[in-house]
């Protein structure tokens, strides 16, 4: 199996046999992996990394739908894999409705698990060059200015050069400048690209 470059399995499980025996089956695919006893400890040492989150339902101090919860909460944005026990599923199937990727119930396939994995790492990864495409288009905004923000809007809305002279009173030349300027500093060749870029940012 191969997997995509650069993301790590976070293992959240207060039993550190398990965390162990997950870890070297990982490993042993080449997959790089860190583990916590607590979701506490994950929270604390985690500094964006992209990867999946393998979650235990059943810890002492927290259970797997409250530190769900709290990984959202918190704006990680990384696909979560629920591990439960036979009388853990009604809280699994809670966890799936409230964002987790997919819940695997213990004792598992060692295949089964490799393979949800893998295709959480490829999920992160597209989630991953997605939020840096976001950045990016938004750092192009950024670098406009004032008028030029007020010409791309009325661009993509529709509206041609002379409709946007009369509504900013401004000539259709001026227009002209201002439209190309817009069109070079959103890396755009064409309408349509600037159109979608549009739909990504915040303004």
Known sequence: ??????????II????????????LLQAENIE???FSSPLKFMESY?????CILLDVRMPDINGLAA???IRDKNINMPVI?????GDIPIAVRAIKQGAQEFIEKPFDD?????????????????????????????????????????MNLVVAGLSN????EKLEISPKTVEVHRSRVMQKMNSDNLALLVKKSALIEQ
């Open 1 to 10: 199996m191969t997997q995509p470059d650069q993301c790590t399995v976070f």
């Open 47 to 51: 500094q964006g990394q992209t990867g």
């Open 68 to 70: 769900l919860k709290m």
């Open 33 to 35: 992996t860190s583990g």
């Open 13 to 24: 499980d207060d039993d550190d046999g398990f965390r162990e025996s997950v870890r070297w």
């Open 162 to 165: 002379r409709e946007i002279a």
């Open 82 to 86: 629920m591990i439960s026990g036979h």
């Open 111 to 151: 295949e089964h698990l490799l393979r949800v994995i893998n295709q959480c790492l490829k999920q992160a990864s597209e989630i991953s060059e997605k939020q840096s495409s976001i950045a990016r288009v938004q750092n192009e905004f950024n670098s406009l200015s004032r008028r030029e923000k007020e010409v």
